[in-house]
């Protein structure tokens, strides 16, 4: 079924446990995603970012998708639209069923950030949407940031009753798009953050922290877990692999079906490793 993200995140928050937001870009991702949270008994949100939408050179057609097959699933599914950096596409997400929007400012100046930012959070409350924001940069996407970047307290709680966002993306050691998970996290900042901070905090690039690790950044305090790339090295690994054994295959679907097969399969996984996100029924 169709749920808001942000209740999941909520409850996840108050409950002190974690909730993933796992990251599409094609149809079969989708049904990955969705597949593997029914199998895990789990709520999960699914996401799709401003670039999945460049990809596909529109919004409408997949995130009608996405959302009949959220709609369509025995387990809560919230859609998320991810790195947002353009007001139309923020408009359009909640009358499409994203009522969670990721609004990407960060290549933007501390002022030039939160007058923006304070923007997109009016017009979301205004249609019943939920935002979130980044502030400090979380490493690696596009080359613009810094992966030694980190997110300061006083800094993240002023920006928060500045822009009136619901949740925040911070820099505590992730970097995006990371092929190996060996990203050494700032957990004593994690929880300074917690405390400081009145909103839910979101992890990104997830996709470098390893297991334990991201069991330890749900106990220090980040709620919303987003992994992208992670689940794209496993679709891209079985499809090459199923290619390699196949040199003369033609018919899409065997190879693509592996590689849906093997998100499914670490999406599931990644579940038990989370532990316990069964944040709504
Ligand atoms: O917003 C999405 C995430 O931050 C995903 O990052 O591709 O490094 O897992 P990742
Ligand atoms: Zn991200």
Known sequence: MLTDASGLVLRAREAGVGVAAFNGITLEHGEAIVAAAERSGTAVIL????????????????????????????????LHLDHVEDMSLVESAP?????SVMFDASTLDYEENVRAT???????????????????????????????????????????????????????????????????LDFDLIAALRAAVPVPLVLHGSSGVADGDLRTAIARGMTKINIATHLNKAFTHAVRSYLLAHPDAVDTRPYIGAGRDAVAAEVTRLMGV????????
């Open 47 to 78: 996401a799709l970012s401003h670039n999945a939408v460049r990809f596909h050179g529109a919004f409408a057609p997949v995130a009608r998708a996405y959302r009949a097959l959220a709609e369509a699933s025995s387990v809560p599914i919230g």
């Open 95 to 99: 009358d499409l069923g994203f009522g």
């Open 118 to 184: 304070a923007e997109v959070a009016a017009v979301c409350h205004e249609r019943g949407a939920w935002v979130e924001a980044e502030l400090g940069e979380v490493g690696g996407k596009d080359g613009i940031h810094a992966p030694g970047a980190r997110t300061d307290p006083d800094e993240a709680a002023a920006y928060v009753a500045a822009t009136g966002i619901d949740a925040l993306a911070v820099a505590v050691g992730t970097s995006h798009q990371m092929r190996t998970r060996d990203a050494v």
């Open 274 to 281: 989370l532990g316990p996100a069964r944040t709504a029924r």
